[in-house]
Nanobody, 122 residues
């Protein structure tokens, strides 16, 4: 069993900043990719940013230059620093973790966090 605990969402004015955190705990042998997705009302969930185990990052075009994803492997935690926030960034943000558990078998799992609301006012 693996738990993902997200924190850091909230209400901020346009131009402001927020930092999201997502900590994974449980029977984890190795974490591969960690990422953040978001879903606005009436829209599909979309990738915001992801970071591979080796540190390679990927960003949606809409957030490049404003958001920074990072991870602390010792803490099994991924962060999303969001600067210069815009009203169109308003959404529920979800953490996603791709990981491996080694016991009697080697199994790969994908987990989602519970979501945290980010609201940017104009």
């Amino acid at each position: 069993q693996v738990d993902l605990v997200e924190s850091g969402g909230g209400l901020v004015q346009a131009g402001g900043s927020l930092r999201l955190s997502c900590a994974a705990s449980g029977s984890i042998s190795r974490i591969n990719a960690m990422g953040w997705y978001r879903q606005a009302p009436g829209k599909e969930r979309e990738l915001v940013a992801a970071v591979a185990s080796g540190g390679i990052t990927n960003y949606a075009d809409s957030v490049k230059g404003r958001f920074t994803i990072s991870r602390d492997n010792a803490k099994n935690t991924v962060y999303l620093q969001m600067n210069s926030l815009k009203p169109e960034d308003t959404a529920v943000y979800y953490c996603n973790v791709d990981l491996i558990v080694i016991s009697s078998y080697i199994r790969r799992y994908n987990y989602w966090g519970q979501g945290t609301q980010v609201t940017v006012s104009s």
